[in-house]
């Protein structure tokens, strides 16, 4: 699960990303609302914790501005405004839950299971469901009515991928950070070679989706555009 903080507090935010990892998160750590924004519309992250008052840009004009460019990525706003009206403002403005400083780390990190579990409309009972086909998160299997099959851990990271943004085109980039990491070592066919692998699976258990390629971009998925045999 990869987590982006925008917290301006340099202590802070060291002393989170410290308690994140300890409890299983990926963390990109940034220190003002310009490099927040541009880090959000990466697009490549599951959650983003957004600080109200930062340098640059403040929490609320970055939100805005993530909304405005269709990024639909959960964000937890931190915040020492405690006035009710802040929070409206914030909740308007298209946050999804709202924690007031000094918080306890116990709720910080309820609240975040409580917003990746809600991510996205297709997640039901542990599973995804793009078109006719389900992958399931527990299992790492893709399945039709007609077929079933297992995925490796790779395959399994770039579907889910795919799967919890089935409008969006996704550029090779950003689909290599979320999958391989910003600091991951990879091999610029590599990504080539899983999603040939992805689409002989998804042909093989009958979908009526298909990754298909944007020229001069990356991929998307399209519906009934895939195998229905």
């Known amino acids: 699960m990869r987590v982006l903080l925008v ?30 924004l541009d880090y959000a519309c990466a697009n490549i992250y ?11 840009l403040n929490g609320f004009e970055v939100l805005t501005k993530m909304r405005k460019k269709k990024v639909v990525t959960p964000v937890l706003m931190l915040t020492a405004l405690s006035d009710e009206q802040d929070k409206v403002n ?13 918080f306890s780390v116990p709720e910080l990190l309820a609240r975040l299971r409580a917003l990746t579990r ?20 527990a ?20 579907a889910r991928y795919f799967f919890e943004r089935p409008n969006f085109v996704s ?23 899983y999603i040939s692998f992805l689409r002989k699976k998804l042909a093989f258990v009958g979908a009526n989706i298909a990754i298909e ?9 399209n519906i009934e555009k895939g195998e229905q045999k």
């Open 139 to 158: 299992t790492y299997s893709l399945q039709t009515e007609k077929n079933e099959v297992r995925l490796s851990g790779k395959e399994f990271e770039i």
């Open 90 to 102: 914030g909740l308007d403005k298209g946050a999804d839950d709202y924690l007031a400083k000094p």
């Open 7 to 36: 917290e301006d507090e340099k202590k802070l935010s060291e002393a989170l990303t410290d308690i994140l990892k300890k409890n299983g998160y990926e963390v990109d750590a940034v220190y003002d609302g310009e490099d927040g």
């Open 118 to 137: 809600r991510r996205g409309e297709l997640v039901t009972d542990n599973v995804l469901t793009v078109g006719n086909v389900s992958l399931n998160l």
């Open 171 to 193: 550029t090779k980039d950003d689909i290599i950070s979320k999958v391989w990491g910003f600091d991951g070592e990879f091999i610029s066919n590599n990504l080539e070679a």
């Open 213 to 221: 390629a944007v020229r001069g971009v990356g991929y998307k998925i």
């Open 46 to 56: 599951d959650v983003i914790i957004l600080d109200v008052l930062l340098p640059s």
